[in-house]
């Protein structure tokens, strides 16, 4: 059973499954269609639903349409909305591969007898052994790396890979679109989605005031030769490697007032509508509780950037641990915590506190409640939420 989504890459999936002798479901994942959160007129799943009926006509396979609506609700747009009430930044695009295509699509598919899944991301899975028992796969990046999409499947089980196909893991998009033109599929030129996973493309700002009211506070900046790591603090000691830099009221002066902290993420420039500066301002720090935002005057700025994280022990996902990497122990890895994200030398460790990660460059902008995703070659070991 094929996800068709009404884009090129699923078309293209479907199409060589096909050819290489399967026989090949077509199912449409109707998982949003709340117009009134949208903020837009548009309504893009009716039209890629058609686009996938399409698809499944040229190539004379059954379609169908299940809806999932209700679940993607709960299991992503309100954890969405949840993380970003407690100044932190989701990935919904993880979470909804993880809760909705390769769960619920997964288990529908089962039900009625397919024997696999196939989607079209840009990754692959390799077995480990030829033995059908017990067999261990490995989640491999994809072979263009400008479009690989492996770490929006970080958190994927053992049990899952071995039920899924990738079958354009292997080529790049030249080639998917060359396959779906020369086979005249209706999707071969159509542009790839962009937005918000199954919503579409929506300002997130306008998105999230849907659910989070507007509340004013104060925009304070701090210098940049400000004393960002608090001794008073040191009792802690995976204090910088889980929060980083902490900030307080005092540390800085207010320079402007903004309508609610929640709406905010490290890193971020635009929205902050103050100006006046001879370098553009980012946000550095949240602080929810309290109801502010602090800032720091260029991209160099300190307060962007950190050597090293932590995820929480519960929140530890390996799609396969090295049998030889133990408690306190170190393993180098390659890191990335944002997709399309070059990917970083890094050291990880675990211990009873958690799972740390020291990098060899610091890293901009690392943000709590994101996914870091680590990799040794081109494959996916594991990943994390960042504490």
Not at 56 to 80: C, G, N, W
Not at 172 to 179: L, P, Q, Y
Not at 184 to 207: I, N, Y
Not at 251 to 272: N, P
Request: charged content about 25%; overall charge positive; glycine content about 8%.
């Amino acid at each position: 059973m094929v996800g068709l989504s009404g884009g090129v890459d699923s078309s293209v999936a479907a199409f060589l499954l096909q050819k290489k002798g399967y026989q090949v479901i077509g199912l449409f994942m109707k998982n949003w269609h709340d117009p009134s959160m949208t903020l837009s007129n548009q309504c893009p799943w009716l039209e890629d639903s058609y686009d996938a009926m399409l698809v499944a006509d040229k190539l004379s396979i059954p379609f169908h349409t299940i809806d999932f609506s209700v679940e993607y609700q709960s299991r992503v747009i309100d954890y969405m909305f949840e993380e970003y009430r407690r100044g932190r930044t989701p990935n919904p695009d993880v979470i909804c591969n993880r809760e909705i295509k390769f769960d619920l699509f997964l288990k529908a598919a089962m039900n009625v007898g397919a024997d696999f899944i196939a989607t079209g991301h840009y990754c692959q899975k390799e077995a480990l052994s030829k033995n059908t028992s017990n067999k261990d796969f490995k989640l491999i990046a994809g072979i263009d790396k400008t479009k690989d999409q492996s770490y929006f499947l970080c958190q994927l089980t053992q049990k899952q890979l071995s039920k899924v196909l990738f079958p354009i893991g292997h080529l790049n998009k030249i080639e998917v679109r060359t396959i779906a033109r020369e086979n005249h599929l209706v999707t071969a030129a159509k542009k790839d989605s962009q937005g918000l996973c199954f919503v579409g493309k929506v300002k997130l700002p306008d998105f999230l005031k849907q659910k989070l009211k507007p509340k004013t506070g104060h925009v304070i900046e701090i210098q940049s030769n400000h004393d960002l790591y608090n001794p008073k603090d040191v009792e802690d000691h995976h204090l910088e490697y889980r929060y980083g830099y902490r900030y307080d009221s005092s540390d800085g002066s207010i320079i402007g007032q903004h309508q609610g902290a929640h709406f905010y993420t490290i890193g971020q420039r635009k929205g902050l509508a103050i100006g006046g500066k001879d370098q553009p301002l980012f946000v550095i720090g949240i602080d929810t509780e309290n109801n502010i935002v602090y800032v720091g005057k260029g991209k160099n700025h300190p307060g962007l950037y950190r050597k090293s994280l932590m995820v929480e022990t519960d929140k530890i996902h390996w799609i396969r641990k090295p049998s030889s990497f133990c408690d306190n122990e170190t393993l180098p890895v390659m890191t990335r915590i944002r997709y399309r994200q070059s990917l970083e030398h890094a050291t990880i460790k675990m211990d009873s506190n958690g799972l740390f990660v020291l990098f060899e460059a610091p890293q901009f902008a690392i943000t709590q409640g994101q996914f870091v995703a680590w990799y040794q070659e081109n494959e996916l070991m594991g990943s994390g939420v960042i504490a």
